[in-house]
Structure formats: C-alpha cells, structure tokens
C-alpha cells in the first residue's frame, strides 16, 4: 500500500452517510475551486438581473448541479475513501469526467464571464480581453480539436490505469490531485465543442458532433469490461483494504470496472438528446427565417428573376 501520511485518510467502512458528510483539509484544493467558482457565477447572475438581462433559470441551476457534484466527490469524506477502494474512486473519477463537467458547461460560464466582466482599455477590462484572446489563441484551437480530445479522453482510461503511472500518481499527495485535475480538464475540453452551449476556440456542425461524441464510447464501455473481466489486480493502490472492513480486492476492482462501464451511457444519451434538440431548433429558426425572408422580398425577387429571363430571351432574337 502506498504512503498517504500526507493525505486524510478514513478509518471506518463507507456508508452513504459518512461518504458524503464535508471534509475539507488542506489538500482537498479543488473543492475549493468549486466554491470559487459557483461564488463567481452567482455574482455575475446578480449583475445580470441588476443590468435587466434575462438569464435561463436551467443554466444556473445546471452549473450549481455541476459545481455540488465536483464538490461532493472532492470536498466530502468520500474523497479519502477514493483512496483506499478501487471502486469508490471509479465513481469519483466518472463523475469528474463525465458529470460534472457536462453539468458546468452547459451552464454556459464562458458566456456569462463575457457578459458581466468590465469592457474598456483600461486595467479593468483586462480580464475580459485576456478571456477572448484565450478564446482565440492557436493553443485554444489545438486543445479544442478532435484530434487531440478525442486521444486525451481515451488516454485518460487506458494509459492511466493500465500502466504504472496510476500508482505512481496516487502515491503523491500532489500527483494526486494533478490526476483529479486531469480528469475534470478532459472531460470540459471534450465536452465543450460537442455540447456547444458556450463560445469556442472551434465550432463543429451538429452532425461533426454527434460523432465526436459516438468515437469513444467503445473504447469508453471496453475499457470497464475489461477491468470487470480482469483476473487479476489492475492497479495495486488498493491491493491492501483495512481488513476489518471485509473487502474483497479483486470484488471491488469488479465493481470499479461496472461503474466505469455503466456511467458511459447516461451521459452519452444526455449529449445526444441536447445536440439533437440543438439542431432541431437551429434548422426550425433557419426555416422561419427563411419564410420571413420569401415573405418579404419573395415578389420582388421573383420580378427580377423573370426580367432576367427576358433580357436574355431579347439578346437571343436580336
């Protein structure tokens, strides 16, 4: 088992209870982040409403939801016991990934911080013009690029905990909450082009992200049936439970690899469901539009259509 001196680290089984009951300590940072964060949103939602400015009630309640469940898996007893049973930090991880980060985006945060940050030159308005300038950097288009989240996102199962890099992490206080980090980051860049509630560094067609989403999934289901179907310990983090605890190593890795399996489809099928409605909106307003347009200059363009066809009926005979 490796040294977490440095970390909390419980001392009594999990209950639903004692895994979700608060527990900050020094090094639980990203739960402290959140917290920032969802502060910041509500501040500028505030500052909306005083400038008249509508906001959707579901954004916010969409990126609370997010900013409580990134907190429930990092600020909470359960993230101590993330570190001593396989199956616990699957479901951290999954929620990190792929709950919390569809949550917060679809919040749209991007958008409410370039309505409510200070416009102008001067030092106020810094903020707000290094946000854009990020939107726009090279960087923001490589990172925003299927050719790159796609891997990270495949990356981040196979090359995390099928190589001795799981290990080495989880044995760092520091290293650890760099993977947690990791996590939640890949799982906003992928996210974000996909489910195109906020400005992006790359805008995609509807069609383009309904299977950036669909390219992972298989590697996303395999990846937990073959941790379900292993034989053997996968990571050896959890190789050694407290014994009056009762677990079973290779019962929980089995349970870990089923979560990590059955999360893929309910975000998948969430996704799919928002950019299907995305796209039947955006083509009902293109055909309203384009009604409106026929409506209004319908006649005239007709007119000049059919002059057209004389003019060229007139030079054909002369």
């Given at each position: 088992?490796?040294?977490?001196?440095?970390m909390?680290?419980?001392?009594?089984?999990?209950?639903?209870?004692?895994?979700?009951?608060?527990?900050?300590?020094?090094?639980?940072?990203?739960?402290?982040?959140?917290?920032?964060?969802?502060?910041?949103?509500?501040?500028?939602?505030?500052?909306?409403?005083?400038?008249?400015?509508?906001?959707?009630?579901?954004k916010?309640?969409?990126?609370?939801?997010?900013?409580?469940?990134?907190?429930?898996?990092?600020?909470?007893?359960l993230?101590?016991?993330?570190?001593?049973?396989?199956?616990?930090?699957m479901?951290?991880?999954?929620?990190?990934?792929?709950?919390?980060?569809?949550?917060?985006?679809?919040?749209?945060?991007?958008?409410?911080?370039?309505?409510?940050?200070?416009?102008?030159?001067?030092?106020?308005?810094?903020?707000r013009?290094?946000?854009?300038?990020?939107?726009?950097?090279?960087?923001?288009?490589?990172?925003?690029?299927?050719?790159?989240?796609?891997?990270?996102?495949?990356?981040?199962?196979?090359?995390?905990?099928?190589?001795?890099?799981?290990?080495?992490?989880?044995?760092?206080?520091?290293?650890?909450?760099?993977?947690?980090?990791h996590?939640?980051?890949?799982?906003?860049?992928?996210?974000?082009?996909?489910?195109?509630?906020?400005?992006?560094p790359?805008?995609?067609?509807?069609?383009?992200?309904?299977?950036?989403?669909?390219?992972?999934?298989?590697?996303?289901?395999?990846?937990?049936?073959?941790?379900?179907?292993?034989?053997?310990?996968?990571?050896?983090?959890?190789?050694n439970?407290?014994?009056?605890?009762?677990v079973?190593?290779?019962?929980?890795?089995?349970?870990?690899?089923?979560?990590?399996?059955?999360?893929?489809?309910?975000?998948?099928?969430?996704?799919?469901?928002?950019?299907?409605?995305?796209?039947?909106?955006?083509?009902g307003?293109?055909?309203?539009?384009?009604?409106?347009?026929?409506?209004?200059?319908?006649?005239?363009?007709?007119?000049?259509?059919?002059?057209?066809?004389?003019a060229?009926?007139?030079?054909?005979t002369s």
């Amino acid at each position: 088992m490796h040294d977490h001196s440095d970390m909390w680290m419980p001392t009594d089984p999990p209950t639903w209870a004692r895994l979700f009951t608060p527990h900050l300590d020094g090094w639980s940072w990203i739960a402290g982040l959140t917290v920032l964060a969802l502060v910041a949103y509500l501040v500028g939602l505030v500052r909306l409403r005083r400038a008249g400015v509508r906001w959707p009630w579901w954004k916010t309640a969409s990126f609370t939801l997010g900013a409580v469940s990134l907190f429930a898996v990092t600020g909470t007893e359960l993230h101590g016991y993330s570190m001593v049973l396989f199956s616990v930090h699957m479901a951290q991880h999954m929620v990190l990934s792929m709950i919390s980060p569809l949550l917060l985006l679809l919040g749209s945060p991007v958008t409410m911080a370039l309505r409510t940050l200070p416009r102008g030159t001067g030092t106020a308005g810094v903020p707000r013009a290094l946000l854009l300038e990020a939107l726009h950097s090279r960087i923001a288009r490589f990172l925003s690029h299927p050719g790159f989240t796609i891997p990270l996102f495949i990356v981040s199962l196979y090359g995390v905990y099928f190589t001795p890099v799981f290990d080495d992490l989880m044995a760092d206080p520091l290293g650890h909450q760099f993977m947690l980090a990791h996590f939640t980051v890949t799982g906003l860049l992928f996210f974000g082009p996909i489910l195109g509630a906020d400005p992006w560094p790359r805008t995609v067609g509807h069609a383009g992200r309904m299977l950036e989403l669909l390219l992972p999934m298989p590697f996303h289901a395999f990846f937990g049936v073959a941790i379900m179907m292993s034989s053997s310990l996968v990571v050896q983090t959890f190789a050694n439970p407290p014994e009056s605890w009762g677990v079973d190593p290779l019962a929980d890795q089995t349970t870990a690899g089923s979560i990590a399996w059955s999360f893929g489809e309910l975000p998948t099928v969430l996704v799919l469901a928002v950019v299907f409605f995305q796209w039947a909106n955006s083509e009902g307003r293109k055909s309203k539009t384009r009604d409106r347009t026929i409506d209004r200059v319908g006649d005239a363009e007709l007119d000049a259509y059919n002059a057209r066809l004389k003019a060229m009926a007139s030079t054909r005979t002369s």
